[in-house]
């Protein structure tokens, strides 16, 4: 079984920055496929859950939200199993829980949640104007 943490959550200004972690541990069956990958999802209040990033094992391809391409950045240190999204340039509607994921796809894209097996708790990321 995978288990994800997040943290780094806060509350910051507009134009402001955040370095999320997520820490994995376990194993699963696919976690040495190619098409094995960690992404981040954010839902606000009355909104539905949205793909933010993704990056497949390894330090394979990322991929982004639109909305968040040139400010945010998706990484992993394997030596640490953890995946770090920085968040740079931040807008008030940014503002939500952001959850990592991890899970098997196969094919290469930004995925959506039911891609995902397994979730983190979430950290809440809020943006000020």
């Known amino acids: 079984q995978v288990q994800l943490v997040e943290s780094g959550g806060g509350s910051v200004q507009a134009g402001g920055s955040l370095r999320l972690s997520c820490a994995a541990s376990g194993y699963t069956s696919r976690s040495n496929l190619m098409g094995w990958c960690i992404g981040w999802f954010r839902q606000a209040p009355g909104k539905e859950r949205e793909g933010v990033a993704v990056?497949?094992?390894?330090?394979?391809?990322?991929y982004y939200a639109d909305s968040v391409k040139g400010r945010f950045t998706i990484s992993q240190d394997n030596a640490k199993n953890t995946v770090y999204l920085q968040m740079n340039s931040l807008k008030p509607e940014d503002t939500a829980m952001y959850y990592c994921a991890a899970g098997f796809r196969t094919t290469y894209g930004l995925g959506t949640g039911p891609d995902f097996q397994h979730w983190g708790q979430g950290t809440q990321v809020s943006v000020s104007s």
């Open positions: 990056i497949y094992r390894n330090n394979g391809p990322t």
